[in-house]
Every structure is written in structure tokens, then in C-alpha cells.
């Protein structure tokens, strides 16, 4: 059974920077990609960021330039960080791990940006 455990989320004010963690309890090269979603209170989940084994990035349109997704194999663990944040980031942020078809979510990690 996967299991991603995420963590570093908190509250932080505008402008500021958290970086967020997901370790897996297995091998992450097992996985096909790696990724995190956000869903923000009344809205939907969406893609943040993705990496993939060989280590391409995709991120939305929104977190472009200010948020980086990295991977270290050695800890199975993939990251989040995240830079100039505002209160359009607060959200609830979830790591998902997708092997084939076959997707495992963490439990999510609580995001608030607010002065």
C-alpha cells in the first residue's frame, strides 16, 4: 500500500515563502510522475505542479515563476516550494503519485496566506 505523507504547510503572509514536503513509503521511482494539486475553499482541485521519473515539470499557468516541484530519490520524498505567495494560494495542497493508471493521494496539508 502507498502511503504519501505531506507536511510544511502553514500560515504565512503575502508575499511570503513555505516549501512543502511529500514523502512516499515506497521507491519513487516506482512512479510514473509525482504531483501537487491545491483545492481552495468552494472551488475545484487543480494541478499545481508535476514531475516526472525523468524529472520534466509542468505547472499551472498561475504558480509559473514563483513555484518549483523537485524530487529526491534518495529520501523518496518530492517537494513543493513555493515563493511570492498571496492569498489566491490559500488552499488545502495534496500530493498524488500516479503509477499506470492507478493514482494515491496524500491526505493534503493546509495552506493560508493572510497578514
Known amino acids: 500500500q502507498v502511503q504519501l505523507v505531506e507536511s510544511g504547510g502553514g500560515l504565512v503572509q503575502p508575499g511570503g515563502s513555505l516549501r512543502l514536503s511529500c514523502a512516499a513509503s515506497?521507491?519513487?521511482?516506482?512512479?510514473?510522475?509525482m504531483s501537487w494539486y491545491r483545492q481552495a475553499p468552494g472551488k475545484q482541485r487543480e494541478l499545481v505542479a508535476l514531475?516526472?521519473?525523468?524529472?520534466?515539470?509542468n505547472y499551472a499557468d498561475s504558480v509559473k515563476g514563483r513555484f518549483t516541484i523537485s524530487r529526491d530519490n534518495a529520501k523518496n520524498t518530492v517537494y513543493l516550494q513555493m515563493n511570492s505567495l498571496n492569498p489566491e494560494d490559500t488552499a488545502v495542497y495534496y500530493c498524488?503519485?500516479?503509477?499506470?493508471?492507478?493514482?494515491?493521494w496524500g491526505q493534503g496539508t493546509q495552506v493560508t496566506v493572510a497578514s
Open positions: 515506497g521507491s519513487i521511482f516506482s512512479f510514473n510522475d
Open positions: 498524488t503519485a500516479r503509477k499506470i493508471v492507478t493514482a494515491y
Open positions: 514531475i516526472t521519473t525523468g524529472g520534466t515539470t
